[in-house]
């Protein structure tokens, strides 16, 4: 999935999105594919641990700031 979607990287971490583009890109591998739309994967910097996962299907201006949000209360 994380080699599949697009990279972000983002205040100390790595975002993976899962959008319309990579469903209509990877449709060939099964209809299952289409449920996958809007996953947000946050990530550490270093690639290898995830922070967190979410639905997210208002499009990558809506990861942005839920992702904002996020660290802003970690901080």
């Not at 591998?29 to 739309?37: D, F, K």
């Not at 290898?48 to 700031?65: I, P």
């Amino acid at each position: 999935m994380l080699k599949y979607g697009r990279l972000f990287h983002g205040p100390d971490c790595l975002v993976v999105y899962f959008g319309h583009r990579e469903v209509q890109q990877h449709r060939a591998r099964g209809s299952w594919i289409e449920r996958l739309e809007g996953l947000t994967i946050v990530l550490k910097p270093d690639g290898r641990t995830v922070c967190t996962a979410y639905k997210n299907r208002s499009g990558l201006r809506g990861a942005g700031r839920k992702r904002d949000v996020l660290f802003a209360e970690t901080a």
